[in-house]
């Protein structure tokens, strides 16, 4: 059980680092009072369970598919190198 309780602490406080970046998220653990790391695995959590028993799945699927592509594109666009650029910019 202790090593259990002491793999989750390292995610847990991996998860706390990388989401301590983001000042949005920030701000919502500071009005809700709620962990970042619990908000953000209760969002992921509900939008699996949406898409694993097909509750709006497709439109879930092709939103998340579409925030991805668009995020990528705009990195591409923002960085100076040419290599990664052409893969994201020729998907649209």
Not at 67 to 77: D, L, N, R, V
């Amino acid at each position: 059980m202790d090593q259990a309780k002491s793999k989750f602490n390292e995610y847990y406080n991996c998860a706390e680092k990388t989401l301590s970046k983001y000042p949005h998220l920030n701000d919502l653990e500071t009005k809700t009072k709620v962990p970042k790391v619990y908000a953000v695995g209760g969002v992921a959590g509900i939008l699996l369970i949406m898409i694993a028993f097909n509750c709006a799945g497709q439109f879930l699927v092709n939103a998340l598919a579409f925030a991805f592509a668009t995020h990528g594109s705009m990195q591409a666009i923002e960085t100076r190198g040419h290599q990664g650029s052409t893969q994201w910019l020729s998907f649209w």
